[in-house]
């Protein structure tokens, strides 16, 4: 961020700076915070994917291509084992390189299958990852709505507030309210406040 020039008069927002002098700050709107840790969730989850997908597929392009050299360089063994006069010894040479040969095939697979398995492990996080993010907006949304219903409970605007908790059961976003207080004021978790409130609007 570039620095304010110190000559330049620094100006606020009218509504967070009023012209009677009192200065209130305005706490983040429960949207951008729901955005800002679903960006954030987000990135890390397609971060986690896209690198053990970067992983397998680097590893299985280098396991091809030495696969292919070994198997180019046995072919030109066989030609020149057809062309020598020394056929058995060159034969001998050959069955023992094949049986290495063989030996690093399967050493190859199982790297492969290592590689699956890390890559399905990946999927499984991710899966995780959208599990935790979809429960996380939804306690972020009943967290909204509990403030809400609860400003409208201490104004006394009790309509307001039995529309919202009906909306709010609709929305079947109760049972994400924490069970334990989180919210640093009063005794009551969000959970209990909510059913306070609930059982003084709504007889």
Known sequence: MAERNRSEPFIEDADRFPENGT????????DQ????????QRRRRNSVFQYIAVLFMAAFVLLLFTFMMERRQSQQQIDDLK???????TLQGLIAENEQLKDQSEALQDQIDALQDQLSKG?????GL??????????????????EINDA???????????????????????????ENTT????????????DIRSRVIK
């Open 23 to 30: 200065r209130t700050r305005r706490p983040p709107s429960p």
């Open 33 to 40: 915070e729901t955005r800002r840790r679903k960006t954030q």
């Open 83 to 89: 062309k020598s006069a020394s056929t058995v010894q």
């Open 123 to 127: 999927k499984q996080e991710r899966t």
């Open 130 to 147: 959208t599990s935790q993010l979809e429960e996380s907006e939804k306690s972020n949304q009943a967290m909204a709505w509990f403030w």
């Open 153 to 179: 409970s201490v104004r006394g605007q009790l309509k307001s507030c039995r529309e919202m908790i009906a909306a709010m059961e609709e929305a079947g976003l109760v049972d994400y309210l924490p069970k």
């Open 184 to 195: 640093g004021t009063g005794h009551l978790s969000p959970a209990d406040r909510y059913q």
